[in-house]
């Protein structure tokens, strides 16, 4: 959903139409929503992966996802401002850098499922 943020910023960046504004807001709070229901159990997986050697992997995959909540909740407040102030150049980096963080999580974590299914 972050990525679909990004999305409606860069649309709205080039059309100026207002209605990307409120699309990438929604993204960004559905992302949000996520990205804490997946911190939440990457953390009781992380507490469950402590003494393994899988606690790299499972520390760097909350650490990410905490990243990507803390920076897409201030995405979320720059993207309740009015128009153009909105997204700008602020809303933008937030949207790429969330984006990133997720994408990176997303493999971080399908990468530990594969080894844990190998198991």
Known sequence: MFAGGLVS???????????????????????????????????????FQWRTPERTSALLLAGLLAAAFVIGFLNSLQHSRDGWSSVGAAGLLMSIVCTVLALAAAWIGNAQAIREGAR
């Open 9 to 47: 910023d860069i649309a709205y960046l080039r059309t100026e139409v207002i209605q990307w504004t409120n699309f990438s807001a929604w993204l960004i709070a559905g992302g949000e929503l996520f990205a804490g229901v997946l911190l939440a159990w990457a953390l009781i997986s992380l507490i």
